[in-house]
């Protein structure tokens, strides 16, 4: 899962070793942090948050399999 945001990420943004991806797992969720570069930060939210929401969409869809839910934050 790790890797599936990476590259999605990475074919977004000018700046792709920037990007950085910390998994947190407890009992009955797996968090997923991304940071970016500043300036890479438009790019990934998008307008009206369109490309981030894209991108949980399919990271939920991913991780629909597992018996743990999944969220990802993008944090600065």
Known sequence: MKELIETIVKALVDLPDEVRVTEL?????????LAVHKTDMGKVIGKQGRV???IRTVVYSAG???QKKVYLEIIE
Do not use: G, R
């Open 52 to 54: 981030a929401k894209a």
């Open 64 to 66: 629909a399999s597992q």
């Open 25 to 33: 797992e407890e009992s009955d969720k797996i968090t997923f942090q």
